[in-house]
């Protein structure tokens, strides 16, 4: 098990089982503290092949170089971080990806995810990075003809992809939760239950670019399904998201850049993927940069 000493406790992590646990008794000193997000998200390349009218990933060509990315991992792993989740844009599209999860399974302690939109996990690629993930996020934002207007594929394609997807690692449903998808959560459940998902990832809309956050009425319309849920699969909500709702924090003491960092495709670091001040990461490496970050958002994280 990977360990990870912070403000909680002693943090113990199995990437294969998906196993957590804290030993919240173990005070250590804050100097002994992990340096590191514990999770950190990489955005491989804004490429994508779906052109979905709500989509805010940015559309300048830009695309990570696989040995950049090795490079950061070494130094992210090293200092504690316990997950690396790559996206884009659409991550299966870099042409490098299956040797960037490759590396990132052999030469690190990291547990491997990325997210996906799901229509390119079919067999020759699900081969190449067979044993090299321990968990998929494929994005389904509603059931049949709700997906499909959101997305422009069929949704039963999806499905099929989806339980391909599974024989190979790990599944999670993840929901922009809006107008159009908050009175299809139960059929998502469904969906998820039904193809072996072993998560349903809940993300309210948020503002960006021209795609507004969620109204009150679906926020209201989500807080009353999510506290009268009793389905088998497990609910996660995002941070930036979970207001009003009835989360379980097991780390609430690790927040801002201990607990999450971004690195989008032109190697600027932040502290989310939607906004706020960023910083390049140089030479010297991803904590350096990790440090300035800290300093400009005036960050004791
Ligand atoms: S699949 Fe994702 S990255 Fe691609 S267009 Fe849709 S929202 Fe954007």
Sequence with gaps: MKTRIGQDGLHLFNRHTGLNILL??????????????????????????????????????????????????????QTGCMAVGFGGGEPTLHPQFAEI????????????TFTTHGHRLVPPLLERIAGNVHFIRVSVDGVKATYEAQRGRRFSALLERLKDARKLAPLGINVVVNESTVHELDALVKVAYDVGASELLLLPQLAAGEVGAASSAVRHELEQWACSYAGKVRLAVSEAGSEGLPTCDPLPQEKGL??????????????SSYEGPGVRIGADGVLAALNRLKSTIGSEA
């Design 258 to 271: 201990r607990a999450y960092a971004h690195i989008d495709t032109s190697g600027v670091i932040r502290a």
């Design 24 to 77: 919240d008794e173990v005070r250590a000193d804050p100097s002994a503290w992990s340096s590191t997000p514990r999770q950190v998200s990489i955005a491989l390349t804004n490429l994508c092949d779906l052109h979905c009218s709500f989509c805010f990933a940015p559309k300048h060509p830009a695309m990570l170089s696989a040995e950049s990315v090795a490079a950061w991992l070494k130094e992210l792993d």
């Design 101 to 112: 999860c490759q590396h990132a399974a052999e030469e690190t302690r990291l547990a491997v």
